[in-house]
Each structure stands twice: as structure tokens, then as C-alpha cells.
């Protein structure tokens, strides 16, 4: 392999990694994000008002199902009017930092 060929592949590699790393989510930053996460979903025994739901605990859940709930609900997949409207203004990171510190919690 020539000189140019091997640093070409060495850049696409870098590159890839770099991306996998910022597909992660970051536990610190979903710590702040997941404030009106945790107004609902770390009340032992919470029901919503209207319609009557049971609310799940979520902490310790898998982060990377976290992140998929949450982009199912902003975009229309799970219906849940309060869940679309707290996902809706998320981006892809945000869901992946909240996955990150839900599933923290359980540890």
C-alpha cells in the first residue's frame, strides 16, 4: 500500500471512531436535561391525572432505549401527548445525554 493510500485509510478511521464517540451519550450533560424527566419518572407510585397512567421508574433502564423511546415519541411512533411535547424540542444528542444519565442511575 503506497504512502497516500495508507494515509487516506488512517483519516477515514480516525474519522469513524470520532463519530461512534459523539453517537454516545454524556451522563453530565443529561444530568441537566433530564430535570422534567425526573419530575415525573423518579416519583415512586406516580400516576398521571388525565389519562390514568402508571409512570415508570426509569432509572438504571438501557440508555440506548431511552434514546429510541424518546426519538419514537418526538417523532410520532409512541403516542403520548406530554412525552411528545418534553421530546419534541430534543435533539438527537439530548436523548442520547438523557440515556446516558438515566441509565447511570442505576448503577
Do not use: W
Amino acid at each position: 500500500m503506497n504512502l497516500r493510500k495508507s494515509s487516506v485509510l488512517t483519516v477515514v478511521l480516525l474519522l469513524a471512531g470520532s463519530a461512534s464517540a459523539f453517537a454516545d451519550g454524556d451522563a453530565a450533560a443529561g444530568r441537566k436535561k433530564a430535570e422534567t424527566c425526573l419530575g415525573c419518572h423518579a416519583i415512586p407510585g406516580y400516576f398521571n391525572v388525565y389519562p390514568s397512567y402508571h409512570v415508570p421508574k426509569l432509572g438504571g433502564q438501557s440508555g440506548k432505549y431511552i434514546e429510541s423511546a424518546l426519538k419514537q415519541y418526538r417523532d410520532g411512533g409512541r403516542q403520548h401527548d406530554t412525552m411528545h411535547a418534553n421530546a419534541s424540542g430534543l435533539t438527537d444528542q439530548d436523548f442520547a445525554d438523557i440515556g446516558a444519565f438515566i441509565e447511570s442511575l442505576g448503577k
